[in-house]
């Protein structure tokens, strides 16, 4: 939902994360890729591949992994069968007003996080499946550039 008020259009796509700040995230918009030191951004409808150095892009699959470490400040029922679950943005460094994560209350699965920017700006991260101590392939953290795009290096 954006600060005005009115909601905008859901994508859905997925996300892969890993330690040492790797991840890729996929979804109709483009594909994020970052090895831990470089990060890709492919944006399909410009043509284009922005290539960052890892340590200012954001991390967006650290950002996911580091919400599940910040300090609980209280539960309170949620829908039906579930659980929301207040955290504290500020005790994981991150600026948002809130940072809400819901679960389902007999299991525990993590369900959806919820997150709120100073700009009114609002964030539901829905949670298909989460799986732990999985290895995944070094080679999912390669990003290979499409041919026929430009290629924009911020370096």
Not at 86 to 101: E, N, R
Not at 130 to 137: A, E
């Amino acid at each position: 939902m954006g600060a005005d008020g009115t909601l905008l259009s859901g994508v859905k796509g997925s996300l892969l994360a890993a330690d040492s700040g790797r991840f890729r995230l996929e979804n109709a918009a483009g594909t994020l890729v970052c090895d831990g030191r470089t990060l890709w951004q492919y944006v399909p409808a410009n043509k284009q591949v922005i290539v960052k150095d890892a340590s200012g892009a954001g991390e967006a699959g650290g950002l996911l992994l580091r919400f599940l470490q910040a300090r609980m400040l209280r539960a309170e029922p949620g829908r039906i069968g579930s659980l929301r679950i207040l955290l504290d943005p500020g005790s994981v460094d991150q600026d948002l007003d809130s940072l809400i994560l819901n679960v389902n209350a007999e299991t525990l699965s993590i369900l959806s996080m919820e997150t709120q920017d100073p700009a009114g700006n609002r964030i539901i991260y829905t949670v298909k499946s989460l799986r732990y101590d999985v290895h995944p392939n070094p080679n999912d953290f390669v990003f290979r550039v499409p041919a026929g795009v430009e290629v924009i290096d911020m370096r």
